[in-house]
Nanobody
Framework: VQLQASGGGLVQAGGSLRLSCAAS????????MAWFRQAPGKEREFVAG????????LYGSSVKGRFTISRDNAKSTVYLQMNSPKPEDTAVYHC????????????????????WGQGTQVTVSS
């Protein structure tokens, strides 16, 4: 199983950035996907999650209204569109996967996820 995150980098506050996470080695369409982030000295934080069908979406309160999660099951890829990022969004962003029943919303607890990517650094300058 591999989750390869990409798209991170340096972005100005108020700009935009899109992260991608390409999955391989398992049946992507049977898994809910999520993005978590971790800043230095802070705990891992749930950012956004999407059900295996893409119907159910869940966002952390700090990013709701600014970030959008989506997925393309044909490409086995999940995305995180980051609009109007703020300096406090600076962190390493990780994608994660867990096998779920069709209609179940994505969990927000990191402990619920079975597979993790290596992370991509996002730095937001003021």
């Amino acid at each position: 199983v591999q989750l390869q995150a990409s798209g991170g980098g340096l972005v100005q506050a108020g700009g935009s950035l899109r992260l991608s996470c390409a999955a391989s080695g398992y049946t992507f369409s049977r898994h809910a996907m999520a993005w978590f982030r971790q800043a230095p000295g802070k705990e891992r934080e749930f950012v956004a999650g999407i059900s295996r069908s893409g119907v159910n979406l869940l966002y952390g309160s700090s990013v709701k209204g600014r970030f959008t999660i989506s997925r393309d099951n044909a490409k086995s890829t999940v995305y995180l569109q980051m609009n109007s990022p703020k300096p406090e969004d600076t962190a390493v962003y990780h994608c994660a996967a867990v096998q779920t029943i069709v209609s179940v919303p994505p969990p927000s607890s990191a402990g619920s996820y079975d597979y993790w990517g290596q992370g991509t650094q996002v730095t937001v300058s003021s």
